[in-house]
Structure formats: structure tokens, C-alpha cells
């Protein structure tokens, strides 16, 4: 493996204080000074975060935010040693790109001031890398959209292969994997028509599944998710469900995480992949608050970016002969 590989940079996600918190939910949100205290405290083996990704949305950052305050937020996280990795465009909520003018118009407002974002913490110096989560880019950022079986029309990989394809702009728009949520494309949750597993299924099918997968959405992804699923889903507040996000160890797990990853990022750093983010939405605040979480997703962090440095590609697999997970 490469050495740019070796030196992926490690984050955590802001959000999960946010998804599926607030007062519409079951838990308040947490603010974004707890979770960069949570996250600077977490340590193995002399081994810290690098970095954070932002979600731009009340109470963390306001999506209008001023210059002044942008540079206050820069100072705050640099303060912790931190640096910006990728950010996340509020579009769900004033906006969509499925709905009447306004709805549109809502998106792409909410998208080009996710970007003036972006683009000023890069100015800023506390930024050095990233994208910017969903569709159309302004500012010279590329836009990363989620694999979430519950954003509308999204609900398998071949519907987001066939989107990526139309809109031909690999150096702009590409794809952002998170290891939970592309799982249940394997199962075919919201579109069993494109499942490429069925219950019952081998580990020998499983392997041959996930490379289908990642070969085919491999060259489009420009931003990583590091997460783990129990093969279920979850919502909490006005989220969805989508892929549920398990706890790092959790022994209902069914990902091999490590492993897994290595399909995903062989050749990052020729995508422009620098960092690697941990993602685990809707976790109950009582377990985003023990520092024994954020140890633990370190130390999985920690392995999966050594494994992409140490370990070869993984070697192609084939089929049972009984395929009958296919």
C-alpha cells in the first residue's frame, strides 16, 4: 500500500450530538463544545483524533453563519488540535431536490452556503481537506452523496451508480460510503430487486456481494464513513430509519470492519481521500457520554487505517457453487 495511504487522518463525526436528537426526539441534542471535549479526550496507545467533520445545522453551526463567528468556530476546534475534515449541507430541512420549485431552490441554497462554509474555513487554515455532503458544488469543493436507503430514490447502490453515472462529473460529485448504511444495500432493504444477498447466505457469498458492491461504486467514492451495522434499522426524531449504527464492539456486529474498509479505500489517495471518519448516528446520549465510546471507535479507527496501510487489496472472491444468494 501506498504512503499517502498510510497517512489517512483520523475523525470524528459532530453529529451524532445532533441526528435524531432535539426537541422533537426522545434525548436533547449535545452541543458541539461537548462532543470536541469528548473527542479531544480520547486516547490509545498515545494515539488522538486528528480531526472532526461538522454537520452545518442548529445548535452546532448555523447555516448562515457570520465571517466573524466562522472564525471563531476555526479557533475553537483548532484549539483542540483538531482540524475540519468534511461538511455536511443542512438539505433536508428547507429543502429537496424531489420537491416543487421552492423545495429545489431550498436545496441548492442550502448546498452553495454549505460551501461559502467550506471554503472559508480553508481560508481560515483549519481545513486542509474534505468534502462537502450532497449534490451540487459552488466555491471549487466536491459534493459527496450519502448511501442512505432512506434518502428518496437513493434506496440501492445501483440506484446511486445510475445517478453518479448521469451526472458524469467524477471530479465534482461523488459518492460518500459509510460501512452500515452500504450493508443494507447488500440485502436490498428498501429495493429487493437490486438485493445482491438473501437470508441464509455464505461468507464466500457475502465477500463476492461486497466486492460487486465496492468495485462498482469503488471509483466514485470520495469520502468514508468508518461504522458497523447489526443488520437492522434504526430512527430516532424526524430521521428516518436507515442503516442502524452499532457501538465499535458490539458483538451483534456483522461487519468485519477492518476488512471491510480495505474494499473501500484501496487507492484512496488517488481519489483525494486523506481522512477516514467515524459515523454512529442515534446512539443514546448516556453512551456518547462515556469516554470508553470514543476509546473504542478510536481503536477501531486506529486498525482500520493501519490495515489499509499494511494490507494488500483483498483478493478477489467467487461464489458458492450454490449461489443462491444472488
Not at 487522518?9 to 453529529?15: D, R
Not at 438473501?198 to 457475502?206: Q, R, T
Not at 465496492?214 to 430521521?239: K, M, Y
Request: proline share 6%.
Amino acid at each position: 500500500m501506498s504512503d499517502a495511504s498510510a497517512k489517512l487522518k483520523l475523525h470524528n463525526a459532530m453529529w451524532p450530538g445532533l441526528v435524531g436528537k432535539g426537541p422533537t426526539a426522545e434525548e436533547p441534542a449535545i452541543d458541539l463544545d461537548t462532543m470536541l471535549r469528548l473527542t479531544a479526550a480520547a486516547e490509545v496507545n498515545g494515539q488522538k483524533f486528528d480531526g472532526v467533520d461538522l454537520f452545518l445545522y442548529d445548535p452546532h453551526v448555523n447555516i448562515d453563519i457570520s465571517d466573524d463567528d466562522l472564525k471563531r468556530l476555526a479557533e475553537k476546534i483548532s484549539g483542540h488540535g483538531f482540524v475540519v475534515g468534511s461538511v455536511v449541507a443542512p438539505i433536508w430541512f428547507d429543502g429537496s431536490a424531489l420537491g416543487d420549485q421552492a423545495k429545489r431552490d431550498g436545496f441548492v441554497g442550502a448546498v452553495r452556503k454549505a460551501c461559502r462554509i467550506a471554503s472559508k474555513l480553508k481560508e481560515l487554515g483549519v481545513r486542509p481537506y474534505g468534502v462537502v455532503r450532497i449534490d451540487s458544488a459552488e466555491h471549487g469543493e466536491r459534493l459527496a452523496a450519502e448511501g442512505e436507503i432512506c434518502w428518496g430514490g437513493m434506496h440501492s447502490w445501483t440506484d446511486m451508480l445510475n445517478l453518479l453515472q448521469q451526472v458524469g462529473m467524477p471530479d465534482t460529485v461523488g459518492f460518500q460510503a459509510d460501512l452500515a448504511h452500504t450493508y443494507l444495500y447488500l440485502l436490498g432493504y428498501n429495493a429487493p430487486q437490486h438485493a445482491l444477498l438473501k437470508p441464509g447466505y455464505s461468507e464466500s457469498d457475502f465477500w463476492y456481494a461486497y466486492q460487486m458492491m465496492t468495485e462498482a461504486l469503488r471509483p466514485w467514492t470520495i469520502d468514508f464513513h468508518v461504522a458497523q451495522n447489526d443488520g437492522t434499522v434504526h430512527g430516532s426524531g424526524s430521521h428516518d430509519k436507515t442503516g442502524r449504527h452499532c457501538p465499535a464492539d458490539d458483538p451483534n456486529g456483522k461487519l468485519d470492519v477492518v476488512q471491510c474498509s480495505l474494499y473501500w479505500l484501496k487507492d484512496a489517495a488517488q481519489r483525494g481521500i486523506r481522512h477516514i471518519c467515524w459515523d454512529g448516528c442515534m446512539f443514546p446520549n448516556a453512551t456518547l457520554m462515556q469516554p470508553a465510546t470514543w476509546n473504542n471507535i478510536l481503536s477501531l479507527m486506529i486498525k482500520v487505517r493501519d490495515g489499509v496501510a499494511a494490507v494488500t487489496p483483498p483478493p478477489r472472491v467467487y461464489p458458492t457453487a450454490r449461489m443462491g444468494s444472488v
